[in-house]
């Protein structure tokens, strides 16, 4: 198993009754499912992810993924519930996926919860697409599947989706800024 640092969607809830509330499902309402990289290889081994919302890789927005929970909120207590979005497994050659995806929380007394929409990236395969783009951008067209091309063109894709975005996680800021460098590395030298 490999573990991936990536950032926490969180949501803090209070409950201002005198009974305990039951938070018994979060419903994931995903309005997009992007690809952004360019293909750096492939291999047959996968990668099992463990995260609390696990995005089947067929799935095509828009789409609900259901998340059934037995979170108990105190009364009178304000407490944060946590949630990483991710594929159900990871493969070699696989691309990082933004997704796009607003949250709404089902209690126990029939009310709902509805949490802005987000974006947030996976970050389980960015290491890899960045280290090949990095090498193309170095041998001034091509490192084995990743062209200068691709990178100009997923550099633009990535800055889209995060003018586009609403929130955006540090992993998707952080990716786009890295692809923008090299993007810009790329037209210094062609």
Same mark, same amino acid.
């Given at each position: 198993m490999k573990d991936w640092k990536a950032s926490l969607v969180t949501v803090i809830l209070r409950n201002n009754g005198d009974n305990p *509330?039951?938070?018994?499902q979060a419903e994931f309402h995903f309005s997009s499912v992007t690809e952004v990289g360019c293909p750096y290889g492939a291999g047959g081994t996968e990668?099992?992810?463990r995260y609390d919302v696990k995005v089947p890789?067929?799935?095509?927005?828009?789409?609900? =993924?259901?998340?059934? +929970?037995? $979170?108990?909120?105190? #009364?009178?207590? =304000?407490?944060?519930? @946590?949630?990483?979005?991710? #594929?159900?497994?990871?493969?070699?050659?696989?691309?990082?996926?933004? $997704?796009?995806?607003?949250i709404t929380l089902h209690l126990d007394d029939k009310t709902r919860v509805k949490v802005p929409? +987000?974006?947030?990236?996976?970050? *389980? *395969?960015?290491?890899?697409?960045l280290w *090949? @783009?990095?090498? @193309?951008?170095e041998d001034g067209e091509r490192f084995g599947f990743t062209t200068v091309s691709c990178i100009k063109e997923q550099e633009r894709k990535a800055r889209k989706?995060?003018?586009? @975005?609403?929130?955006?996680?540090?992993?998707?800021?952080?990716y786009s800024a890295e692809l923008t460098r090299l993007a810009g590395l790329a037209s210094k030298t062609t």
């Open positions: *509330s039951l938070v018994s990668v099992k992810a890789l067929e799935a095509r927005a828009p789409f609900k =993924q259901v998340r059934q +929970m037995k $979170y108990g909120l105190p #009364p009178h207590e =304000q407490e944060r519930v @946590a949630f990483t979005v991710g #594929p159900k497994s990871v493969f070699d050659g696989q691309l990082p996926r933004a $997704y796009t995806f607003a929409e +987000m974006t947030y990236m996976d970050p *389980s *395969s960015i290491k890899s697409v *090949s @783009a990095e090498r @193309a951008v989706i995060i003018k586009q @975005a609403k929130n955006v996680s540090p992993e998707l800021q952080r």
